[in-house]
């Protein structure tokens, strides 16, 4: 079974019929939505953009510091600042979530997103949790710009919940050591294999086994892809496309771009299977799985 771990809903840019059509072309059989966190985004053709993508990687890579203060500057006063300028929404709405997983129990699942400066969204969030379909937490302190440590209750939640949180960190340094210390049986994906920190993180990564990583994204390229299953194995990674960002066009999403990152990896196909979904199956198996039966 394919599992697309990270995807997030936006019917502005892409329809769940249109999302459903594609995940079956490519034969993705279950994909995990997450509320979008910015209105519609769409990606232009810009060589400028590219270079800096290009320009961003390279010094996370190599100058971790330098890149770093790039990285932090995408986000400022609420707007995401890449290929243009984009709203943070501050409350994420798991509603639109919770309405694509009744529409299509079978094919999707779905991670509440919560943010923890916002008391109404901490408060509804059990709500979300205790519905069918939906397996985990995701939070966002880089774009909703706070401290790992706010997530601490919601860490611990997690951890008695037995449900995985999936993160995308902010560049607070060494902010991917706080929850795996603290909650060592708390099982966290850090999204777009750990951006911001990969090397330093991964060698942390290597050493937790609560630990994941997700492929998902053009944060990331084919040879990153490649050195983090490297660097962690292919238990600790798993696949997803981050879509419908990257997308130029209403209702044109290439699925098979991310999907070839992992078909292209030098490992044994079995291997590929677990990145593809085994490893994600195994995150979620205290989960009432009724809802995992196909059709
Ligand atoms: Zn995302």
Redesign the pocket.
């Known amino acids: 079974m394919v599992i697309d771990c990270?995807f997030?809903v936006d019917e502005t840019m892409l329809e769940l019929d249109k999302m459903i059509e594609e995940m079956d072309q490519n034969n993705v059989d279950k994909t995990a939505l997450?509320p979008p966190?910015n209105e519609t985004m769409y990606e232009k053709e810009s060589t400028y953009q590219d270079n800096l993508h290009r320009l961003f990687r390279f010094l996370i890579m190599n100058f971790p510091n330098i890149g770093l203060k790039l990285y932090d500057g995408l986000v400022k006063d609420g707007y995401f600042k890449v290929n243009g300028s984009f709203k943070i929404f501050n409350e994420p709405n798991n509603d639109i979530v919770a309405n694509a997983i009744n529409r299509y129990p079978n094919r999707f699942l779905g991670w509440a997103a919560v943010n923890p400066t916002v008391p109404e969204s901490v408060e509804t969030l059990e709500s979300y949790l205790n519905l069918p379909g939906f397996i985990g937490v995701k939070a966002h302190p880089f774009m909703h710009k706070y401290r790992i440590k706010e997530l601490d209750f919601i860490g611990a939640l997690c951890e008695n919940r037995d449900i995985p949180m999936i993160i995308?960190l902010s560049s607070e340094p060494e902010s991917y050591k706080y929850l795996p210390d603290k909650y060592p049986n708390l099982k966290i994906i850090y999204?777009h294999a750990g951006v911001p920190f990969w090397k330093s993180f991964w060698k942390y990564a290597k050493e937790k086994p609560s630990v994941y990583v997700d492929t998902?994204?053009d944060y990331l390229t084919p040879s990153i892809v490649r050195s983090v299953v490297q660097a962690l194995g292919y238990r600790k990674v798993l696949f997803g496309c981050?879509g419908p960002?990257g997308m130029n066009k209403f209702n044109e999403y290439d699925y098979s771009e991310k999907r070839s990152w992992i078909d292209s990896l030098d490992i044994p196909q079995e291997q590929k299977e677990w990145i593809l979904g085994k490893n994600f199956i195994d995150l979620i198996k205290s989960i009432d799985q009724s809802f995992m039966q196909n059709e």
């Open positions: 990270h997030h997450i966190f995308h999204a998902s994204s981050d960002y």
